[in-house]
């Protein structure tokens, strides 16, 4: 006969599985980090490369999940109406062009670098010298947020309102000029912190910072820090940053979390169960 000594212990192990699957947000951090920086884009593209491969197939800017795959966003094919001197709207890459991410600040704003020919390039129009500072890794155009450094990414199903996860981001900085200034961090679909990773630097250089989490987690919103003051005519600051690529894996729908009702109604059958395994065992 089967010990009742057994039941305690199976009670236990339920509790604890049934809260791991219904928090996979709680799955312990596994990230894995791709980091480069050099004088131009051969310096970063063999690790662009590798992140790219980790993420998968990439897919095309078109509504909807693929499941699995990766999206970028290189600035290129924005409108000349929508890039500087004008501001970018805040939803083009979940709308416009349907990626799944839209892009949140406390500052004035978004802009993507204008086209040779157009307007002055590289952030020109906001500083004479910044073309002489900032490089590009897919030419030609750049992104910044206006008035602020800080800039957050959050994921939805592309060209839908309904929130999504990515297992992975990675961004491409220009001119990152100071260690532990340029970051990312990342968050969960709770809005719990998966970790902040810093970019490595090179003066008037390109840095690529790439991070895949492979233990289940699920990547709800990145904030990425750019040096360490927005841009502007006299920007004061000592270690001015903008991007270039972002790279990212496909976005896919957050699951349904459980009421804290749920949770109760769970807590008390299971404590119910404990209570007559030792009941029993008195018997």
């Known amino acids: 006969m089967t010990s009742l000594r057994f039941f305690p212990r199976m009670t236990l192990g339920f509790a604890v599985l049934s809260v791991i699957l219904m928090f996979p947000s709680l799955t312990i951090c596994a990230p894995v980090v791709f980091m480069a920086s050099g004088p131009n884009p051969a310096g970063i593209q063999a690790t662009v490369d590798v992140f790219r491969t980790t993420l998968g197939t990439l897919n095309p800017n078109v509504a909807g999940s693929f ?5 970028e966003i290189n600035w290129d094919g924005v409108p ?25 600040t406390a500052g004035t704003g978004f802009q993507v670098s204008g086209n040779a020919g157009v307007v002055p390039v590289r952030f020109d129009n906001i500083n004479a010298t910044y073309s002489n500072t900032f490089q590009t890794f897919s030419p030609q155009r750049l992104f910044t947020a206006l008035g602020s ?8 199903v592309a060209g839908s309102s309904t929130p999504a996860f990515v297992s992975g981001f990675g961004a491409v900085f220009s001119d990152v000029d100071q260690i532990g200034v340029t970051s990312i961090q990342f968050f969960d679909t709770n809005n719990l912190s998966l970790g902040t990773f810093n970019a490595q630097p090179f003066n008037n250089g390109l840095s690529f910072l ?3 989490f492979n233990a289940g987690e699920q990547v ?13 005519p006299n920007d004061g600051a000592t270690d001015v940053v903008v991007m270039d690529d972002f790279i990212y894996g496909e976005p896919n729908a957050v699951q349904a979390v459980p009421e804290p009702a749920t949770l109760v109604l769970l807590g008390s059958g299971l404590a119910g169960v404990g209570a007559a395994v030792r009941r029993r065992r008195k018997v």
């Open 80 to 104: 000349d109406a929508l890039s500087a001197p004008n501001n970018l709207p805040a939803n083009f890459f979940n709308v416009n062009s349907p990626r799944g991410v839209t892009f949140a």
């Open 67 to 71: 499941g699995t795959g990766r999206r």
């Open 149 to 156: 450094n800080i800039l957050d990414v959050n994921f939805f």
């Open 220 to 232: 709800g919103r990145v904030r990425i820090t750019s040096g360490n003051g927005p841009l502007g």
């Open 210 to 212: 790439g991070v895949v």
